[in-house]
Structure formats: C-alpha cells, structure tokens
C-alpha cells in the first residue's frame, strides 16, 4: 500500500521568511511525488513533481521541493514567503510497481500554510 | 498547462433529489477523469475512476448506484447524486490527466462543485 504523511496540520510564517511543508511517503516501488495548492472553494493547481533525476525540484511560483531517498521526505519549500502563499497545501505520491502499471494518486491530509504580514 | 471545467460550482437542493455534475476537459482528450470528495479542512478521497466508453471504477465503500458516474465521450464526464441527502453535501472534485502521461503527468483539476442539500 501507498500512503502519505503530512505532519503538520497548520504551518505559520513571517512574509519574507523561509517556508517549509513536510512530507513523507511511504510506496513499495519507485515514487512519483507531487505537491498542489488549494485556495478556497477552488480545486487543486498542481507546483511540481518528482519523477526521476536531480532531486531538487523547481515548480511554479517560486516553490521548490527536495526528494530524500533514504528518509522518504518530500518537502516543500520557498525561500521567502508572501502572504498570496496563504492557501491549504497538498504531497501526493503515486507507486510504479514493477509490473508496470501504476497505482492510484495518493493525497496526503493538506497543510494550512498562513503566511502572516 | 491543461483546462478542466467543473460545473456548477454550487447546487443547493432538496433532499430526495437528484443532481448531475459535469466534468469538461476543454483543451485536450481525457479518457480517465477521476472523482473525489472533499470533507471541510480534510484531503480528497478518491469516489472513483471514470473510463470512457465503459464503465467507471468505484472505490470502496463508494455506492455506485448512489454516484452514478458517466463518460460517454473524451471530454466529459458526469456525476450525478441520486436521491441526494443532507450527508451528500460535500465538495466534489474532478480531475484528469493528459494521454500518454497516466503516471508520470500530474492530474488537471475543476474548480469544484459544492453540494449543498437540504
């Protein structure tokens, strides 16, 4: 089974300070990670992803995340925060098993990231 | 990027009644969209996988024939609630991903439809 953990319910930050959201999973095979962004009564807008290669990750608005093998952690970061950053995030994680096929997008619980001016 | 069109974004209705969601992939072809549920301040939980041209995949515990999903062409698919009750009133979500990327893509989403029965 796939799963995903995200272990902060609520993450609060300055604007202008550094930002990180944890997450870690937990697959069986090879991982394809994901983080997305939600603002309110709206659906998911997707950041960036992990699939193969170097394990720094750039994605949309200036969001970054790093993959970690060996402590199965993708976490999302931005250097310097903006109150517009205020909105419930999001990891993913989908399995490629060695079969082939692939299993299900996994979300984890979301993180209310406030970003305080 | 890719365009998924969700609508309506809000429905109220009476208990007992019936009402249909529509997904719309507007600038490519989806033959998987997916729906899930969200609770207030909670994750998606997948409903089901819809295929097109057959039928759709429910997860478990997921009525079928209380969310009867359709995707009867590339670019649509629809949900619709039977019989909806207060405990349906959630946030629905669609999504797709495009062809020839179903692992590695990421999923496209609606803007959602907000079920409000009363």
């Known amino acids: 089974a796939q799963s995903v953990a995200q272990p902060e319910d609520q993450v609060n930050v300055a604007e202008g300070n550094p930002l990180t959201v944890k997450c870690t999973y937990s697959?069986?095979?090879?991982?394809?990670l994901f983080w997305y962004v939600q603002y309110p009564n709206r659906g998911l807008q997707f950041l960036l992803k992990?699939?193969?290669?170097?394990?720094l990750v750039k994605g949309s608005y200036g969001f970054e995340a790093e993959f970690n093998k060996s402590q199965t952690s993708f976490h999302l970061k931005k250097p310097s925060a903006l109150v517009s950053d205020s909105a419930l995030y999001f990891c993913?994680?989908?399995?490629?098993?060695?079969?082939?096929?692939?299993?299900?997008?996994?979300f984890g619980s979301g993180t209310q990231l406030t970003v305080l001016p | 990027g890719a365009v998924v069109s969700q609508h309506p974004s809000r429905v109220i209705c009476k208990s007992g009644t019936s009402v249909k969601i529509e997904c719309r992939s507007l600038?490519?072809?989806?033959?998987?969209m997916f729906w899930y549920r969200q609770f207030p301040k909670q994750s998606l939980m997948l409903m089901a996988t819809?295929?097109?041209?057959?039928?759709?995949?429910?997860e478990q515990g997921v009525e079928k024939d209380k969310f009867l999903i359709n995707h009867a062409s590339l670019t649509l698919s629809t949900l619709t609630v039977t019989s909806a009750h207060p405990e349906d009133s959630s946030f629905y979500i669609c999504?797709?991903?495009?062809?020839?990327?179903?692992?590695?893509?990421?999923?496209?989403f609606g803007e959602g439809s907000r079920l409000t029965v009363l």
């Open positions: 992990y699939i193969t290669g170097d394990n």
């Open positions: 993913a994680v989908r399995a490629l098993i060695s079969s082939g096929s692939a299993r299900q997008l996994t």
């Open positions: 999504s797709a991903s495009k062809p020839g990327q179903p692992n590695t893509g990421e999923l496209f």
């Open positions: 697959v069986s095979g090879n991982p394809y």
């Open positions: 600038d490519f072809q989806a033959t998987t």
């Open positions: 819809s295929n097109e041209g057959s039928k759709a995949t429910y």
